[in-house]
């Protein structure tokens, strides 16, 4: 990538609903230049996805670890492809081969939905984990040095309107309010006044991209960290310039956070450069991404 696509690719991840207008006018150039390299961004696949990371209207989820035979690897990837409350599924080298999140309105259903997934594979997972999600936070823009604004929350009552608005918005971020307007069947003011509320209560909690990491020469770790007090650690990561995503999950000990880096050996040293300013810390597994199969997004299930 050359600087101009660097810089224009931070401001995507920040927000990738801007127009294009304004970002020509943040990095000083033309809109044309700025269309050019979105579409050359693309192209490379870079860019895989633009994307609305969503509040889970009051759905649960819980996160799931498996480790599986060889021979079910396709099978496995055909059903998360086709899945309706699966999300963010990632291939994994290391103690896991997969990793997912399963939603659903409640733990029972979430608990339902987990044995019926594996009743159908269970010849082909040789181990699992699965846990239930406290709260996740996504980072990514840290990787172009970029540092996202935090929306103030103030609830609204969502009906089948803005849900249908949210489930156009998460498939694709940069949708047109025209083409959201056709789908709904309300005029264009009325819609971009619904996301606006929706963007204020939270409900939309950004617009941002989704990158593939290993085409900027980067790699990242599901790295599980360990600790009786471990809320201690939230803000230290939070903070940090190479963590892209912290999990938290109820009632277990430990967090997961994403690092990115450029090496094994980067990330050697973040460990231990951890476990140092938190001496009762431990790590107790670390995988590497190998691709993400589904992307961040929530599932058709939300939206239900």
């Known amino acids: 990538m050359n600087k101009l696509q660097e810089n224009l690719l931070g401001e995507l991840l920040v927000n990738s609903r801007q127009a294009q207008t304004t970002l020509a006018k943040k990095l000083g150039t033309s809109r044309e230049l700025v269309n050019y390299h979105m579409k050359q961004l693309e192209k490379k696949k870079i860019i895989q996805k633009y994307i609305t990371i969503i509040d889970t209207l009051d759905n649960v989820g819980a996160a799931v670890f498996i480790k599986v035979k060889a021979t079910a690897n396709e099978k496995l990837i055909d059903y998360f492809h086709n899945s309706s409350f699966v999300s963010w599924v990632a291939e994994l080298t290391g103690v896991w081969h997969f990793g997912f999140s399963i939603l659903g309105k409640t733990n ?148 997961e956070i994403g690092v990115v880096v450029k090496d094994p050996y980067e990330l050697r040293l973040i460990i231990q450069q951890i476990e140092e300013k938190f001496p009762q810390t431990s790590v107790i597994e670390t995988s590497l991404f190998h691709q993400d199969v589904v992307s961040v997004g929530p599932p058709s299930c939300v939206f239900e």
């Open 108 to 255: 029972e259903e979430v608990d339902k939905r987990f044995k019926e997934f594996y009743n159908i594979f269970k010849e082909d997972i040789l181990s699992y984990r699965f846990t239930f999600h406290k709260k996740n936070s996504f980072y990514y823009e840290k990787i172009m040095g970029k540092e996202k604004t935090l929306v103030k929350v103030n609830k609204i009552k969502i009906d089948e309107k803005d849900k249908k608005i949210l489930q156009l918005l998460s498939e694709d971020a940069r949708i047109e309010i025209v083409n959201i307007a056709k789908e709904v069947k309300l005029t264009a003011p009325a819609v971009l006044k619904r996301i606006r509320n929706l963007e204020n209560s939270g409900a939309i909690q950004q617009y941002t991209v989704f990158v593939d990491l290993s085409k900027l020469d980067l790699y990242q770790y599901s790295v599980f960290i360990e600790n009786k007090n471990v809320e201690q650690l939230i803000p230290y990561m939070e903070s940090h310039s190479k963590v892209s995503f912290i999990a938290e999950y109820i009632g277990d000990p430990f967090i």
